[in-house]
């Protein structure tokens, strides 16, 4: 029986329309976007709904924002790397970027004292001071999950955009790894649940006690130092994974 499939929202066929212009070409390199006033009024939506579609495509990496000017596509020969077109073209291979119909609050981006258990993921002594990225990944229906990305302090002075809170053009994981020369070569992941925190519970909007479905991701370089420790945290009823497989002899 075919799947029934949802109609998208309007400011994700919107952000999606855009997407393939610029995947496409159509909308190259450095050429600007049209504005909210234009896609509210070419769309007929109203203005916070234009302005959802371009926070979409700005979380995604495909557009940034001029001060004072407008919006513009990712100017990718600012970009050293000669391969980053290309990669705004194709999925992720690792790492975490948004869906297409999530949008994203960075609620924080700071040097912390690494938890034990990000420090031992990291290998690094006990108490060493470690960035920390954690976001706010929602749906139309509300909190989707908390995304937590931690990396060696170290990274702080070559990799200075980690401590801002606001997206990194073109991904986290690839920026890594233009500014430090660390490149990832292979990951490590693991899912298990227990007990949502106090800031997860007010972050998801769950009840005291709810338990939480817990997804972690360690990212290693060639020589097998780790790079990045994420830890993804879902509500109960949010289904993550899923897979088909045939039963047959």
């Given amino acids: 029986m075919p799947e029934i499939e949802e109609v998208l929202p309007k400011y994700l066929q ?3 329309y855009i997407r393939d212009l610029i995947q496409r070409g159509e909308l190259a390199p450095g050429a600007e976007v049209p504005s909210e006033r234009e896609l509210a009024a070419s769309w007929k939506v109203a203005r916070p709904t234009a302005a959802k ?13 001029r001060r004072g000017s407008g919006t513009y596509v990712t100017d990718t020969d600012a970009v050293t790397d000669t391969s980053a077109s290309a990669r705004l073209r194709e999925p992720p291979r690792y790492g975490t970027r948004y869906a297409e119909h999530e949008s994203a609050t960075i609620v924080s981006a700071e040097i912390v004292s690494g938890p034990e258990e990000v420090t031992a993921a990291l290998e690094l002594p006990d108490g060493t001071s470690v960035i920390e990225r954690k976001r706010l990944l929602t749906t139309e229906s509300g909190a989707a999950r908390i995304a937590t990305s931690w990396f060696p302090g170290r990274f702080a002075t070559a990799a200075e955009l980690l401590l801002r809170t606001e997206p990194i053009p073109g991904g986290v994981a690839d920026y890594v790894a233009r500014t430090t020369g660390f490149e990832v070569a292979h ?26 479905l817990v997804y972690h991701l360690t990212l290693h370089a060639a020589d097998n130092s780790p790079l990045q420790f994420d830890e993804l945290v879902y509500p109960p009823g949010h289904w993550t994974f899923q ?3 045939s039963l047959g002899s």
């Fill in 14 to 16: 919107i952000s999606s």
């Fill in 53 to 65: 579609a371009l926070n979409t495509l700005r979380q995604q990496g495909l557009v940034q924002s």
């Fill in 187 to 212: 990951a490590r992941d693991r899912v298990s649940a227990r007990l949502a925190s106090t800031q997860e519970r007010r972050l998801l909007d769950v009840p005291r006690p709810a338990a939480v």
């Fill in 243 to 245: 897979q088909e497989y």
